[in-house]
């Protein structure tokens, strides 16, 4: 009966995933956007101020256009082979940053205090 | 290692990388990073049931150095490599509880460590614990594709049973 217990723990797993996704999904959004390379932070944005604009991020020979508008975020083109963060469309959730993991590219919702070097404020 | 075992475990590895590079080529419909199909493994998860554990590790090595270089993204190696590592220690256990009848259930949790692993990996490189609600997602997906790998072996074992057995005689 030993296989009862691994798929019993396969059951388990699989509605722990659906639980946590639900509630990754249900997080509100924030105001305050970093953009970060790994634990560096590039940019921070406010966006229910900051103006609409694209940034070219560089990273080697590789690069991240990330453009901003109407309060929202978003990576519009990127010269990575997967162009997963450019699929992830606007960042929508705080618990769920868009990633590019090629070129080390992390952008997520921030609590505003911890935004003390915004540039765009 | 005899001349007959080694082309088996080339032509297996073979097999695989001809399934990774035409996974390559369907698109992904989920924009997360680490959710994928994973056809490939469906060669790993019979060669665990199949040969020795030095043997798999080698499969899996040279489809997953290959595999990046053929696909050409070698910054995700270290991903699907500590991904990789995690899933055959457990599969490799695994084979010992389980028995060809419930592979499946094996498969799954394979996958749930793969994904489990290149999460470690991507948490430890980008040091961002943002990453971790990626996390019930990457589950979800790993558990779906684990059984879809672990059914496809579990139908195909009796008939390259089959088939290998017709072939020796």
Redesign the interface.
């Known amino acids: 009966m030993?296989?009862r217990i691994?798929?019993t723990?396969?059951i388990a797993?699989?509605a722990?995933?659906?639980?946590?996704?639900a509630?990754?999904l249900l997080?509100p959004k924030k105001s305050t956007v970093v953009i970060?390379r790994?634990?560096e932070v590039l940019y921070t944005f406010n966006l229910s101020t900051a103006p609409d604009q694209t940034l070219v991020i560089p990273y080697g020979d590789s690069s991240n256009t990330v453009e901003i508008r109407d309060g929202a975020v978003r990576v519009k083109e990127a010269e990575c082979?997967?162009k997963?963060c450019v699929?992830?469309?606007w960042l929508r959730?705080s618990?769920?940053?868009i990633?590019c993991?090629?070129n080390?590219l992390?952008i997520?919702f921030a609590d505003a205090d911890r935004g003390v070097d915004a540039i765009s404020e | 290692m005899k001349a007959r075992r080694i082309a088996e475990l080339a032509v297996l590895t073979a097999v695989a990388l001809i399934i990774f590079i035409i996974e390559l080529q369907i698109p992904n419909p989920f924009p997360i990073p680490g959710i994928k199909l994973g056809l490939a493994n469906i060669v790993t998860v019979y060669a665990v049931y199949r040969y020795r554990a030095h043997e798999v590790a080698m499969i899996v090595a040279v489809r997953l150095l290959l595999g990046s270089i053929f696909g050409g993204n070698i910054t995700a190696l270290i991903y699907s490599a500590s991904g990789a590592v995690l899933c055959l220690l457990g599969m490799l256990l695994l084979r010992r509880i389980i028995d060809e009848r419930h592979l499946w259930t094996a498969s799954v949790l394979g996958a749930v460590l793969h994904n489990t692993g290149q999460m470690a990996a991507a948490l430890a490189v980008t040091q961002t614990p943002g990453l971790l609600a990626y996390y019930p997602f990457l589950l979800v997906s790993g558990c779906l594709a684990g059984a879809f790998t672990g059914l496809c072996v579990q139908f195909m074992l009796p008939r390259l049973n089959k088939f290998l057995e017709k072939k020796k005689e």
């Open positions: 030993k296989h691994v798929l723990v396969c797993l699989f722990l995933g659906l639980i946590g996704s509630v990754v997080m970060r790994d634990s082979p997967d997963t699929n992830m469309g959730s618990a769920m940053p990633v993991l090629p080390h992390i997520e």
